[in-house]
């Protein structure tokens, strides 16, 4: 995905965007606290990647700072992190993300009895890093977790990634994306 979407912004150094691809979650597995995989990743990834001298010293930085900031809302930071977020990102788009929830989340309930949304619905995705901040989490519901999925859908910088996305988020179009635009939640 990520190759795709350079391709189509036009950013031509491949070389860096498949090393942040593949290094990008090594943090995983280093630390408890899932919201700093990135930072602990780019330190593992900043040896390897000086250890074998396969990058110079800036694109080892470029990496790394995609590497860092790619599971947070960090605009401005260079198009390497653009592409890598979005990429990651849109793994939890639509149809894929929905059907991502439904088979990690099984054991969850769809939503409380009396309320299908969730409390989680059309919140966007500076609310839902307010709750990853405070311990909260998406919710306790599996639609908590989708309403989540599509909230990603504001943080995506390439025109490519939206483009990409846009079609599977048409599931919630009539409802969800028609709200936000000031239209009537059906
Ligand atoms: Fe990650």
């Not at 691809?21 to 000086?50: C, F, M, P, S, W």
Request: proline residues 2%; contains cysteine.
């Amino acid at each position: 995905m990520g190759f795709k979407n350079c391709e189509a912004e036009g950013f031509e150094d491949l070389a860096s965007v498949e090393a942040a691809a593949l290094l990008h979650d090594i943090g995983r597995g280093h630390t408890d606290n899932e919201r700093q995989h990135g930072e602990v990743g780019a330190e593992i990834a900043k040896n390897y990647l000086k250890e074998n001298g396969f990058f110079n010293d800036d694109e080892v930085t470029d990496i790394c700072n995609a590497i860092r900031y790619h599971c947070t809302n960090r605009k401005g930071e260079g198009m390497l992190l653009d592409i890598l977020r979005d990429a990651d990102k849109l793994d939890l788009s639509g149809a894929i993300g929905i059907w991502r929830v439904m088979i990690s989340k099984y054991f969850l309930s769809y939503s409380p009895d009396d309320n299908l949304r969730g409390e989680t619905w059309q919140m966007g995705a500076a609310d839902f890093d307010k709750r990853f901040d405070a311990g909260i989490g998406p919710g306790e519901y599996i639609v908590d977790e989708i309403n989540f999925c599509i909230s990603c859908y504001d943080n995506f910088a390439t025109e490519t990634a939206k483009s990409i996305a846009t079609p599977f988020c048409g599931v919630y179009e009539g409802v969800y994306r028609t709200n936000r635009k000031g239209g009537t939640v059906i």
